[in-house]
Structure formats: C-alpha cells, structure tokens
C-alpha cells in the first residue's frame, strides 16, 4: 500500500508525488514507472479517499493519465459520486505481455478502511463490512510494448468514457493511493475472462494503517542571551545590491525545491511538469547564435526515460521582466527542445493564465511560458507548512526558514501592496464625482483590483486548505480585456471596484467591494432564509448563529420576487427580530450580512493603505461570521401516523 503514510515502494517503481492545492482546483499525482514494477505485480489500483464525509465534496473528479512528458493519454471524468468516502479511480494491470489501464469506478461508503479490507488488508485489527458500489463504467485502454507512455494510436477504448484530452492538467482531483497488487489480474472490465484470479487473490498481508502524527519544531532554549543572533539557513546579512539579492533568492528557492518534494511539485505542477526525481541549477550558461544566454536557473525533471526541462527567470524588488528577456530564453528553449520558460517576480497576474509580459501568442505556440509571483511561492510554502502532514522535523524546519527569508523586506520578494501611481488621482476623482468611465487612469487602478482579488484569495487558500477562488461571471472568463473594460465603467459611474469569492464549505460566495466614494469597504454573504416555521423564528435561526458577531454588523432580508428589502442593526435585530419583517404575506428569502469598514487612503504601505485595509477587512468579517453560520437544511419528512384500528361492528 502506498498512501501519505508510505509514499514508495522500495524500488521506486510507484511514487506518491503529492497533493497540489491551487486558486483553479487541486491534484493528486501518482508516478508509475512501468519499466521498474517487479514481475511478479500484475496490477497498480489506483484509489482516492478522503476523511470528509464523502467525495461528493468536490465539485469535480477526474482521473487523467499523462505520459512522461506529461501528455494527456486518457480521462476518466467520474460522476454519479453520493456516500462514497473511497473510490477506485482505476487499475494499470498487465495482460499479454504489456499493460493496460482498466477504469473502475468503484466507490465504497466505508472509505479507505472499507476498500482496503475487500482487499484482504486488515486495518487496525477490525474487518469492515464491504459496501462496494459500482459508480462509473469499465473501459480498456491499452499501452503496448509495455512502456510508460502511449501514443495516441495505442489507445484503445471499449466505451467513450476515458477520451483522449488535449486540455492538460486535471483541474480538480484529491489525494492519490495506490495498491501494487501481486496476483491481481483485473476482475472486471471486458476482456475479463474466468481464467482471471479473482478480486482479492494474492493480498494477504496484514498492515496497520495509521496517521501519521504531525510534527513541529522545538524552541530554542540553548542561548544565555536573548539578544544572541541564530545562525540561519537562508541569511539576508550581506546583501550589497540588487544582483546579489536577485540571486540569493533564486538559490534559496531552487535549493528548497529540490530538498523538500512537496514544495518542488507544487511550483512545477503550475508549469505542466511531470512528477520525478527533480534537480535545480542557477546559472546555467547556453550558446545562441553567436551570444552566451544565462538564465537565472534551471529546472530538471526526470521521469522514466523523459527528462523536462524549465528556464528560470527571477526577477526581485522593484525590477520586472523585459519582452526581449523573454522572447530569447523562449528562442533558446525551443532550439535545445526544452518544455517551458518560467519566471518569476513581483509582478501579480490577474488570473493564473495571464503572463505580465504581453506576448504573440505564437511565441510560446511550443514552448510554454508560465509566471508565478513571489506571493504565489510564498503561499505555497506557507500551504505546506500548515496543512501538509510531515513526519519529518528537517523539511518543515527548511520551509520555515525559506518563509522566514522570503518574508525579509531584503530578501527582495515582496507581496503585493501597491495600488500604482494613479491610485490617488481616481480615489480623489471619485470622492469629488468628477471620475468617468473613460478615464484612463481608471484603468491600472481597477488592474490593480484584480491582482489584489487574486493575492486575497491565495492568502485564503494558504491559511484555510482549501482552494478559495474568485467568482467571474461566465461572460468574461477568458476575456481579460472585456473584465477590465467591465471594472473601470463600474469604477466610473459608481465609484465602486467589487468582487466575490467563494470558499468551499461556507454558507454563500464572500462580496467585498470597495466604495472610494464613502471610502469604506464593505464585505458581505449572503444566506438562504428557512422555509418553514414562524417568521420571527426565521430571523431568530440567524440570530442565534451570530450571538457573539459584533452589534455593528447589518442584516438585510430579501423577500423575492419583490425587490423591496429591509435592513437593521444586529444589535437591534437581536432585541427585536420582528423589525426585518414586513408583513404576514412576505416571506423573506435570504438574508445579506454585511460590515463596512474603514477604508485606507495610501497608495502602500503597511499601515493606513487600502490594500492593507482590503485585507483586514476580508480576515476580520471571516473571523466573525462566515466561520459561524450555516446553511438552514430542511428536516427530514415525517412518516404519516399509521390509522387507527376500526372498532368492532363499525364499517371500515
């Protein structure tokens, strides 16, 4: 079994590489080197499980299979998921002297436990009942000389299900097990013959199955005096200009990379890189033409027979990347057949997408080009740090460290805090009504926004563990130019920048607009309202949930279709609950829980900017309502009173 606990066999032919969580979804990669599995495993299962109630969670699944460039070979898009807790997304087994890839679909209730004990494990020394429940079809798909990798030619498919796809990476997936099955020959599926052993023939080891318990680091204590300096892994004593900080940063990071897995997937698996052994390089110098090109770093992939490969471009501070930079790294990986230009600076993108360099398209037709922010790595480290279970003390001492470096003003990786030059013109335009919406200095401060948007929601999903996104009407997903162009007339006519986020699990998506007219910021949910009962009880069943909210908060209740509304104090709500009421006849349909704060007026700055006032104002309204309140689910339905039995003499 190879899960978060045991992530190897002892040959390394099956590697657990990981979870990814990001602002577009999450993954869970698994790396199978065919060419290394021992001859007597006839089969890998692959299953994905989690502690939650059940996989229904997620708002999609998909299994995809790369090759070792990581190609997409096949799909296996899951549906139909209600109580299951672990699932068997599919099984690579061998047959006639190669491979194949079977989809399964097979989902039990009883979770990881239940799986692995129709599997002949027994766990923690009880045996769980079997729930096996067959969710999706079976589907072949076969890879032939038994390598690692297919062509589109060699797959075949008996049912549609399992497609080639063109699109990339899974965007949504969690956390991938394996079991390397000696003697598992493939009990479904349609080449299934009776000659085939059945489901759990050869699995008769018993294993124990624990959490891992998670570590933490120890105070210092050894010094006599508290002024002592400790000696640090990553220093930022010495650095003497903006040359020396570019390259110590990109040192620090590459190193961490490479010492600490988790940390080098979640950075290349932004790039499209494959899971593997992983190996970084600062300046490495290549001819191009009749120059010397050094990019800053590069990164080296191997998997199986392949071997991908990424240019690194840092930039730190103030400075930003430069088209022709670019373009000649983009010119010098696509003559040496490398994967992919990465860069990476202080310069925020507004969607994950979108490179601060505006480019042809055709430029990077064949090689990709791929940007991430110094917030971007330091959110991924900060992720690991607080939600990835290690065992071992070394590599959380090691990102926190990095994170300690990276977070120094000299360290030259810098969150984004800088609403730009034109941020005080357009507030004071605003506030005096003289803003219109083709202003142009509009424009960088609504980009700005969006990049701000993007930042406040990586910063949720680092603290929270969970992928927090932004919430973009579907008429401009994929059109920057037409979101932007949408910004700066809302801008203009109201004096307004909105947007919503939304935060798995929570009661609805998180508004937070910024209103430079008043200059507040207002951040707000919204939550379905019962459907039965009383109508003071209603607004009671809110009430409740916000017994310790602060008396300021605002309460609105939405009676639709009408578009009339109501709107009180929660202080005044608490003592009077009939005050958000109307009448018999409305009933209200959801209520809107809002807080303005103050807004901060500097361009940047740690304290009194707006984005510093932006971001307190998201944590505070978190902290005191979204955490507490929960949807209004409708009681189960009653059984009617059986009749009573007709007495004597009585015709029925």
């Not at 318990?213 to 000696?231: E, I």
């Not at 110098?285 to 050094?294: A, C, M, Q, S």
């Not at 969607?351 to 971007?376: N, Q, R, T, Y």
């Not at 130019?481 to 986020?501: F, I, N, P, Q, Y």
Request: net charge negative; hydrophobic share 40%.
């Amino acid at each position: 079994m190879i899960f978060y606990n045991q992530t190897a066999t002892v040959d390394g032919s099956v590697v657990l590489a990981g979870k990814v969580n990001s602002d577009r979804g999450g993954s869970g990669d698994l790396l199978v080197d065919l060419a290394a599995v021992e001859a007597d495993v006839q089969a890998v299962t692959v299953v994905a499980s989690t502690d939650q109630d059940s996989l229904a969670v997620l708002e999609r699944l998909e299994w995809v299979v790369t090759d070792g460039r990581a190609n997409p070979v096949a799909r296996f898009p899951v549906a139909g998921i209600t109580t299951e807790r672990a699932l068997v997304l599919g099984e690579v087994y061998r047959r006639a002297g190669g491979w194949k890839l079977r989809a399964v679909g097979q989902g039990w209730q009883g979770g990881l436990a239940g799986l692995a004990t129709d599997y002949g494990v027994t766990v923690n020394g009880e045996n769980v009942a079997p729930d096996a429940d067959p969710i999706g079809s079976a589907a072949d798909v076969e890879f032939v000389g038994g390598s690692d990798q297919a062509s589109d030619e060699a797959v075949e498919t008996a049912d549609p299900e399992p497609s080639v796809d063109s699109g990339g990476r899974s965007d949504a997936a969690p956390g991938v097990d394996a079991i390397p099955n000696p003697g598992l020959g493939g009990p479904t599926g349609n080449d299934a013959s009776p000659s085939d052993p059945p489901l759990v023939a050869g699995i008769t080891k018993k294993v124990r199955v624990a959490a891992p318990k998670p570590v933490t680091l120890p105070p210092v204590r050894l010094a006599d005096d508290p002024g002592w300096q400790s000696a640090r892994l990553f220093s930022i004593s010495g650095i003497g200009g903006v040359d020396e900080q570019e390259k110590r940063a990109t040192s620090a990071l590459l190193w961490a990379m490479a010492a600490v897995r988790p940390l080098g997937r979640a950075i290349t698996a932004r790039a499209g890189a494959p899971s593997g052994a992983l190996e970084t390089f600062i300046e490495v110098g290549f001819p191009l033409g009749e120059h010397r090109v050094i990019p800053d770093g590069v990164i080296r992939i191997a998997r199986g027979q392949k071997v991908w490969t990424a240019l690194v471009e840092v930039k730190t501070g103030d400075a930003v990347l430069g088209r022709d930079q670019i373009e000649t790294y983009l010119r010098l990986a696509k003559r040496r057949k490398f994967d992919t230009v990465l860069s990476i600076s202080n310069q925020v993108s507004t969607d994950p997408g979108v490179h601060p360099v505006e480019l042809p398209a055709k430029s990077f037709a064949i090689v990709g080009l791929v940007h991430i922010s110094w917030s971007e790595v330091m959110h991924e480290v900060r992720m690991l740090m607080a939600h990835h279970r290690f065992t071992d003390p070394l590599p959380l001492w090691i990102l926190t460290e990095l994170d300690r470096y990276l977070g120094h003003p000299r360290s030259g990786a810098m969150p984004f805090n800088d609403m730009g030059p034109s941020w005080v013109p357009v507030r004071e335009s605003a506030a005096a009504g003289t803003l219109r919406p083709g202003d142009l200095k509009a424009v960088p401060v609504v980009n700005a926004w969006q990049k701000l948007m993007r930042q406040s929601c990586l910063g949720l999903t680092a603290r929270l563990g969970v992928p927090v996104r932004q919430i973009v009407p579907r008429r401009l997903q994929g059109d920057p130019v037409a979101r932007l162009d949408e910004g700066t007339h809302l801008l203009g006519d109201h004096g307004l920048m909105a947007a919503s986020v939304r935060v798995p699990d929570a009661a609805g998506p998180i508004g937070i607009t910024a209103d430079l007219r008043t200059s507040q910021v207002i951040v707000k949910v919204e939550i379905g309202a019962p459907r039965e009962g009383a109508l003071a009880r209603r607004v009671g069943w809110l009430v409740r949930q916000l017994k310790d909210a602060p008396d300021e908060l605002l309460v609105e209740a939405r009676f639709a279709p009408r578009s009339e509304t109501t709107c009180e104090r929660l202080a005044d709500v608490r003592s009077r609950p009939q005050c958000l009421l109307r009448g018999k006849d409305w009933e209200p349909t959801s209520f809107v829980i809002s807080r303005a704060h103050p807004m901060g007026t500097k361009r940047s700055g740690a304290r009194g900017s707006f984005v510093s006032s932006v971001n307190e104002a998201i944590d505070q309204f978190y902290t005191d309502v979204v955490e507490r309140i929960r949807p209004w689910t409708p009681p189960a339905p009653a059984l009617p009173a059986a009749d009573p039995e007709p007495e004597a003499g009585v015709p029925s």
